[in-house]
């Protein structure tokens, strides 16, 4: 006999879960603001939670699937990582939006959207970021 993990959410339905993990995140941590990373799709995700809390003091959107024009109103530290295989974003619309919101662009070398090749350099940038972020 199986059980169901139930059905995938979608919209404001994944945007209510990443709410109620911030508000756990938070609570855990005993901070008062967090960073968030997404991958992909997920970047659309991290994007309205952050116009919603601010308590999102920076996101980390890696290969994001969304309109890089929806960057440049963010208000918050951005870092963007992507593969310089990955063509499903214009590059040129993409670092300009980046540079427009004030993030940095991480261009990683030899890897596409999925990151099968140098993905330890993903965590390597991510976490250099952090740290900035952190004051370090």
């Given amino acids: 006999v199986g059980a169901s993990q139930g059905v995938r959410g979608s919209g404001g339905a994944l945007v209510e879960d990443a709410e109620a993990a911030m508000r756990v995140a938070l609570e855990n941590a005993g901070t008062s603001a967090l960073a968030v990373a997404a991958l992909h799709g997920g970047a659309r995700v991290a994007l309205a939670l952050q116009e919603r809390h601010p308590a999102v003091g920076g996101l980390c959107l890696v290969a994001p699937d969304l309109d890089p024009l ?46 099968h090749r140098n993905l330890p350099q993903v965590g390597r940038a991510a976490a250099a970021w952090l740290q900035r972020l952190a004051g370090g």
């Fill in 70 to 115: 929806s960057l440049v109103r963010l208000s918050c530290p951005l870092l963007v990582i992507v593969g310089a295989e990955d063509t499903r974003l214009p590059r040129a619309a993409l670092a300009a939006a980046v540079a427009e919101a004030g993030g940095d662009l991480e261009v990683i070398d030899d890897a596409g959207a999925t990151f």
